[in-house]
């Protein structure tokens, strides 16, 4: 079967191209791609080529496929595997195979026939053996590509800890009732970390989101309300933290001067990081998460606080595969909706050029489906349009909030131009 892919040939070299894949054999699977989200790492990826501990060092002569964050159906399914997995199915991939031949080899960096921005793949059978090919049971395709990024905020939450007083173990997980910050929280990661927070079974009782923005502030108002927050049993507040008046020891205030119990840093900023670590609570926990490209970043932090309250910090990056299935099974409920991540709707044909540019185009999700001709465009641009399948488009998000949803997902696939 011929496949069209964006492959990887080195730094700042992907090519869009069209070439056979071979026929699978008994322990693999061919699988179509319907939709994959454009990724930061695939950047770093696509600037350090082979010198990325994830790409082949000869894939200059053995190009990969790009593209991590993907959702599709199964086509055929290899005899080995037809006890589990059936054509039709639906699916993600958990990329992170942490393979015993190489812990660092992923779908998207490191193989010839598998990698999200395709048309058909070849499932190897590592995916498989891994168990990281994830059965997904929602109606739409784009949530299952959102779910690696999710999995990454759901990993945050759980890799959260407390402790209790002369007792040396960790309580994973975040404090059940407390006091929850999400600095720098406007934007696509931290409305998917408001979502989860609000909807999760290990929620907050108090929750503060804070950015200096006060239309990204109105958008996740009206995306994540307070009034759901309140059905939920979580109290929530959005604060603009550019103003005099909304500084440290107010936003402490709320909580009648105990602090949070949880703070989350979603922007690798320094007087961000700072804020973070003034605003903690005895037993407090800091969570990194915004990664820095800058590595000698760093901050300050009172480590008389460390050692007299307890205070600590964490990081992580990525989420695992069980983080992933968390993710999958509650948007399959419909308990969260990480639709507010996407900013971007295109056509296989724009991947490349999104890639070699994602740095500098703003807002957050660029969510690629794999069998359309479409140029990159902003949701919000939809109405600008004259071409009639994005004016389509802009009148069904207006409907839903602004938001991607599976009714413009089905539109558009049924009546966009095929690639």
Known sequence: MKTKANRLYGKMDVRLEEFELPAIKDDEILARIVSDSVCMSSYKALVQGKDHKRVPNDVAENPVIIGHEFCGEIIEVGAKWQHKFKPGNKFSVQPALNAD???YAAPGYSFRYIGGSATYVVIPSVVMEQNCLLDYGGDAFFYGS???????????????????YGVYEHEMGIRQGGNMAILAGAGPMGLGAVDYAIHSDRKPGFLIVTDID??????AAAILTVE?????????MYINTSKPENNNDYIKSLTDGKGYDDVFVFAPVKPVVEQADSLLARDGCLNFFAGPTNPEFSAS??????????????????GNTDDMR???KMVSEGKINPAAMITHIGGLNSTADTLKNLPNIPGGKKLIY???DLPLTAIADFS????????????????????????AEKYLLANAKQI
């Not at 006060?214 to 958008?219: H, K, Q």
């Not at 009172?302 to 910090?313: D, G, L, W």
């Open 370 to 372: 794999n069998h359309i």
């Open 146 to 164: 959102l779910s690696e990024p999710m999995s990454c905020i759901i990993g945050a939450f759980h890799a959260t800890y407390h402790t209790k």
């Open 214 to 219: 006060d239309a990204r502030l109105a958008r």
């Open 384 to 407: 600008k349009s004259d071409d009639p399948l994005l004016q389509q488009l802009a009148l069904i998000v207006e409907r839903n909030n602004g938001l991607w949803c599976a009714e």
């Open 326 to 328: 968390e993710c999958l």
């Open 301 to 318: 932090m009172n480590f008389y606080n460390v050692h007299y309250s307890m205070t600590h910090i964490v990081g992580t990056s990525g």
């Open 228 to 236: 759901e927050a309140a059905k939920n049993g979580v109290k929530l």
């Open 101 to 103: 031949f190489n812990p």
